[in-house]
């Protein structure tokens, strides 16, 4: 996901490969069409949850720039992408003008720079799936979990994002999100607002503390999201 691979040759199939990877190529011939202000509609394999969703475009987003194409206009699409979603579509138009990004189809799955380098977007960046699930289906079914018994304690240090460092004392069988519920109950940062990253990976939520395999005295990074995330329609 968020890969850059080179689609200069010519395709038969005429479609994109694959709408998770982020593409560079020449550019077709045809007109720059405005973007369209309806939001694309899609439904996912697995249901997301919000938490989830922003994990995947988070994820999408820090790693296409390491490819082909050019940063600022990675930034510029994410901006735009961004106020799409909020309703905002002269913002976008605004954003994607001035960048100088074609959009032959008025969609942002399938823009190009000045250069005709090509950019794909996964349709999950640009509007929630139509199967999104709530966010408390999975935290809440937590709520009735039996007390862990199971492994030892040890003490993890974490770093968040908040330029706040602390110890907490867990239990090895402890998942990632009861951790977060933890940090949720004493810091006041809510399960869905909390990325974990350690050694440069992502630890997702049934992640156990033990099979995250920290040694003594490292440092899990927590992102912390902004409190007011972009709402998500149904």
């Known amino acids: 996901?968020?890969?850059?691979?080179?689609?200069?040759?010519?395709?038969?199939?005429?479609?994109?490969?694959?709408?998770?990877?982020?593409?560079?190529?020449?550019?077709?011939?045809?007109?720059?069409?405005?973007?369209?202000?309806?939001?694309?509609?899609?439904?996912?394999?697995?249901?997301?949850?919000?938490?989830?969703?922003?994990?995947?475009?988070?994820?999408?987003?820090?790693?296409?720039?390491?490819?082909?194409?050019?940063?600022?206009?990675?930034?510029?699409?994410?901006?735009?992408?961004?106020?799409?979603?909020?309703?905002?579509?002269?913002?976008?138009?605004?954003?994607?003008?001035?960048?100088?990004?074609t959009c032959p189809n008025g969609t942002l799955t399938d823009c190009y720079d000045e250069l005709g380098n090509r950019y794909v977007l996964p349709v999950y960046c640009l509007s929630p799936p139509i199967n999104m699930i709530e966010e408390t289906s999975e935290s809440d079914a937590g709520d009735m979990e039996p007390i862990n018994t199971g492994g030892v304690e040890t003490t993890i240090r974490l770093r968040l994002s908040t330029n706040k460092d602390r110890k907490m004392t867990v239990r090895t069988t402890d998942t990632v999100l009861q951790v977060k519920r933890k940090i949720h109950t004493e810091e006041g940062i809510e399960p869905s607002r909390q990325r974990w990253f350690f050694s440069g990976r992502l630890l997702n939520d049934k992640t156990k503390i033990e099979d995250a395999k920290i040694p003594k005295g490292f440092i899990v990074q927590i992102v912390v999201s902004p409190q007011n995330p972009t709402p998500v329609e149904n």
């Open 1 to 101: 996901m968020g890969g850059c691979v080179s689609s200069s040759q010519d395709r038969s199939d005429g479609g994109v490969e694959s709408s998770d990877n982020a593409v560079a190529g020449s550019m077709p011939l045809g007109r720059n069409q405005p973007l369209k202000q309806e939001k694309p509609k899609w439904k996912s394999d697995v249901p997301l949850t919000v938490g989830q969703l922003r994990s995947k475009r988070d994820e999408f987003w820090d790693t296409a720039p390491a490819f082909e194409g050019r940063k600022e206009i990675w930034d510029a699409l994410k901006a735009a992408a961004q106020a799409l979603e909020n309703g905002d579509h002269a913002l976008a138009q605004a954003i994607i003008d001035g960048a100088n990004i």
